[in-house]
T-cell receptor, first 109, second 114 residues
Framework: GIQVEQSPPDLILQEGANSTLRCNFS?????LQWFHQNPWGQLINLFY???GTKQNGRLSATTVATERYSLLYISSSQTTDSGVYFC???????????FGTGTRLQVFP | DADVTQTPRNRITKTGKRIMLECSQTKGHDRMYWYRQDPGLGLRLIYYSFDVKDINKGEISDGYSVSRQAQAKFSLSLESAIPNQTALYFC?????????????FGPGTRLTVT
């Protein structure tokens, strides 16, 4: 089956720093989503981005489907950005979302 | 009000008990899903349903059953709970229309089996 790898596994930042999270996947997909899981366990949809680039405030994401990777950029990080960031992909025509193991981000004041 | 709701939000139960987790959605989506998350890991698919007559097993369906009572309701049952089913459970929905595959998640149910 498809492999979804996220890097780095852990990231520690000081408030105000920028970061880039990466998601590599091993096969064609028709869905790619980025989620933020906050310390209370809730999953928050960040981006639905099977291809192209999107921006939402301090966050942006780029997916290069032909090269099978996606990047999530966080600029001017805040302590509320702490949590785990998941990439999830739906392999072509499988109707099943496969999650990566996540990047745990800690932002300190 | 939240578009995807789950009840209960937290539950502690004993080994061998039957328990049902419920999911309701007001998004009007046809597709509904149940996932499980173990500590430190990503989510894994338990069951999914594309309409009330279509239910499919996911990656880890053993020990679970589901019921799609209506377009808006999808329930997950543990017939005889065991401790290794202690986990965070998420329900999700998606439109399922061509070109739109985004999934939307509920707030989760934290289940502890003692």
């Amino acid at each position: 089956g498809i492999q979804v790898e996220q890097s780095p596994p852990d990231l520690i930042l000081q408030e105000g720093a920028n970061s880039t999270l990466r998601c590599n996947f091993s096969d064609s997909v028709n869905n790619l989503q980025w989620f933020h899981q906050n310390p209370w366990g809730q999953l928050i949809n960040l981006f639905y981005i099977p291809s192209g680039t999107k921006q939402n405030g301090r966050l942006s994401a780029t997916t290069v489907a032909t090269e099978r990777y996606s990047l999530l950029y966080i600029s001017s990080s805040q302590t509320t950005d702490s949590g785990v960031y998941f990439c999830a992909v739906e392999p072509w025509r499988t109707d099943k979302l496969i999650f990566g193991t996540g990047t745990r981000l800690q932002v300190f004041p | 009000d939240a578009d995807v709701t789950q009840t209960p939000r937290n539950r502690i139960t004993k080994t061998g008990k039957r328990i049902m987790l419920e999911c309701s959605q007001t998004k009007g989506h046809d597709r509904m899903y149940w996932y499980r998350q173990d500590p430190g890991l990503g989510l894994r698919l338990i069951y999914y349903s594309f309409d009330v007559k279509d239910i499919n097993k996911g990656e880890i369906s053993d020990g679970y059953s589901v019921s799609r009572q209506a377009q808006a309701k999808f329930s997950l049952s543990l017939e005889s709970a065991i401790p290794n089913q202690t986990a965070l459970y998420f329900c999700a929905t998606s439109p399922g229309t061509s070109g739109t595959y985004e999934q939307y998640f509920g707030p989760g149910t934290r289940l502890t089996v003692t």
